[in-house]
């Protein structure tokens, strides 16, 4: 079955750096785009950053753009997300997400908390 395993969340000060990653198994990872979400307790889960199955096209969240970098690894099955200059407003639980044909599949979550 599908499965998105996140890993790399943690507790940072505001100005560093983490990055995310999400391990994908039981579906065909190359061929279909990936995403990352997050969401704070309270609110919807908001989109932080998608990108297409070979990797050509990627979007961000305005909040985000220039901060942090998605990225993707074929072989190895992995989604990454770098994120720099983190800040207090980027806690969240953060999410790795996939669409197969009409079904969104998504990961447990990893806690990333930006605090000094």
């Known amino acids: 079955q599908v499965q998105l395993v996140e890993s790399g969340g943690g507790l940072v000060q505001p100005g560093e750096s983490l990055r995310l990653s999400c391990a994908a198994s039981?579906?065909?990872?190359?061929?279909?785009?990936t995403y990352w979400y997050r969401q704070v307790p309270g609110k919807e889960r908001e989109l932080v950053a998608s990108m297409t199955s070979a990797g050509g096209s990627t979007n961000y969240a305005d909040s985000v753009k220039g901060r942090f970098t998605i990225s993707r690894d074929n072989a190895k099955n992995t989604v990454y997300l770098q994120m720099n200059s983190l800040k207090p407003e980027d806690t969240a639980v953060y999410y790795c997400?996939?669409?197969?044909?009409?079904?969104?599949?998504w990961g447990q979550g990893t806690q990333v908390t930006v605090s000094s």
């Open positions: 039981g579906f065909p990872f190359s061929i279909y785009a």
């Open positions: 997400s996939t669409l197969i044909l009409v079904k969104r599949y």
